[in-house]
């Protein structure tokens, strides 16, 4: 891909961006012992805890907290990193400042992550942090009917395929989703056309290890769950007010674009954000960039609504 198609205030940020060696073994336990100490540092807002729980099954909590005891909304938010990295801390600023900034409650679980532990690992971690929070609210001061489910990149499908499972399952259902440049459908690393684009950030060869590794056996065949690949189900009726922001120039531009066609047309409020010369997770990649700062002030002020009934 040609950097001129980044818009010229990312593109310092996208060129310097190194290729994560996802694609193999070693690349990954590489890159998944360095994540932690390339996190930058944050402050945290004022009246914001970050703290740890755990499950009763000892699935990692990170809790982004604001001070006092109320009624208050929350949100269940799950990290990216292709379904073979990352952790919850990855997130910090952006889960930090949006309790802060919404005084809602955040719980972001540390999933089990794949080829070790394939579907449905991750989004069986991810229920488990759901029904966590369930039980959980009245002693954090939250309300039980005003929950939302976000992520990003992978966290994003993960978040998707949830709000599907919770929704066939008819227990209690999540305010809205909140979706970040998702990552929604295998069968857009079965197109090996894509490989030639070779687009900034994540690539189609690192999403075809992604899917293979989180799908196994399954990969290439019509045996994929939608609760795994969210744009493989046909109904999405009845599925909660959901905001969708992507990038106009990254690998999952079309499949997000389709899925938030698809939730319109099943009649499901849905807000897409496209930003144009924008790459994959370009806010998280060029955080004090206009467009990042404009992205994410539009997805707060989306959620902030969605959640006040």
Same mark, same amino acid.
């Given at each position: 891909?040609?950097?001129?198609?980044?818009?010229?205030?990312?593109?310092?940020?996208? *060129?310097?961006?190194?290729?994560?060696?996802?694609?193999?073994?070693?690349?990954?336990?590489?890159?998944?012992?360095?994540?932690?100490?390339?996190?930058?540092? #944050?402050?945290?807002?004022?009246?914001?805890?970050? %703290?740890?729980?755990?499950? *009763?099954?000892?699935?990692?909590?990170?809790?982004?907290?604001?001070?006092?005891?109320?009624?208050?909304?929350?949100?269940?938010?799950?990290?990216?990193?292709?379904?073979?990295?990352? %952790?919850?801390?990855?997130?910090? +600023?952006?889960?930090?400042?949006?309790?802060?900034?919404?005084? #809602?409650?955040?719980?972001?679980?540390?999933?089990?992550?794949?080829?070790?532990?394939?579907?449905?690992?991750?989004?069986?971690?991810?229920?488990?942090?759901?029904?966590?929070?369930?039980?959980?609210?009245?002693?954090?001061?939250?309300?039980?009917?005003?929950?939302?489910?976000?992520?990003?990149?992978?966290?994003?499908?993960?978040?998707?395929?949830?709000?599907?499972?919770?929704?066939?399952?008819?227990?209690?259902?999540?305010?809205?989703?909140?979706?970040?440049?998702?990552?929604?459908?295998?069968?857009?690393?079965?197109?090996?056309?894509?490989?030639?684009?070779?687009?900034?950030?994540?690539?189609?060869?690192?999403?075809?290890?992604?899917?293979? %590794?989180?799908?196994?056996?399954?990969?290439?065949?019509?045996?994929?769950?939608?609760?795994?690949?969210?744009?493989?189900?046909?109904?999405? %009726?009845?599925?909660?007010?959901?905001?969708?922001?992507?990038?106009?120039?990254?690998?999952?531009?079309?499949?997000?674009?389709?899925?938030?066609?698809?939730?319109?047309?099943?009649?499901?409020?849905?807000?897409?954000?496209?930003?144009?010369? +924008?790459?994959?997770?370009?806010?998280?990649?060029?955080?004090?960039?206009?467009?990042?700062?404009?992205?994410?002030?539009?997805?707060?002020?989306?959620?902030?609504?969605?959640?006040?009934?």
């Amino acid at each position: 891909m040609d950097i001129n198609q980044i818009h010229p205030e990312l593109r310092k940020a996208t *060129a310097s961006f190194p290729k994560l060696p996802v694609t193999n073994r070693l690349g990954r336990a590489i890159t998944r012992s360095l994540l932690p100490l390339l996190l930058p540092r #944050i402050k945290t807002p004022a009246g914001i805890t970050i %703290s740890k729980e755990k499950t *009763a099954g000892g699935l990692n909590l990170r809790i982004y907290t604001p001070t006092g005891n109320k009624d208050r909304a929350a949100m269940l938010y799950i990290h990216g990193g292709g379904m073979m990295i990352g %952790s919850p801390a990855m997130d910090d +600023a952006l889960l930090a400042s949006t309790a802060s900034e919404l005084d #809602i409650v955040i719980v972001s679980p540390d999933y089990r992550l794949a080829p070790e532990n394939p579907y449905p690992s991750a989004v069986d971690d991810c229920h488990s942090a759901w029904s966590w929070l369930l039980e959980n609210a009245a002693a954090r001061g939250v309300d039980a009917k005003r929950i939302a489910i976000g992520g990003v990149s992978a966290g994003g499908g993960l978040a998707a395929g949830l709000v599907l499972r919770l929704k066939d399952e008819g227990g209690a259902q999540p305010a809205a989703q909140w979706l970040f440049c998702p990552m929604l459908d295998d069968r857009t690393a079965q197109n090996r056309s894509l490989d030639e684009i070779n687009h900034f950030i994540w690539n189609n060869k690192m999403n075809l290890s992604g899917w293979s %590794s989180y799908l196994g056996k399954n990969f290439g065949t019509d045996n994929v769950s939608h609760y795994a690949a969210p744009a493989r189900r046909t109904d999405l %009726s009845g599925l909660p007010k959901t905001w969708i922001g992507v990038g106009d120039v990254e690998l999952f531009f079309e499949e997000d674009r389709a899925y938030a066609n698809k939730l319109s047309a099943a009649g499901v409020a849905c807000e897409l954000e496209i930003v144009v010369g +924008a790459p994959h997770a370009f806010d998280g990649l060029a955080p004090d960039s206009q467009r990042a700062k404009d992205y994410l002030a539009k997805a707060k002020s989306w959620l902030k609504s969605a959640l006040l009934v």
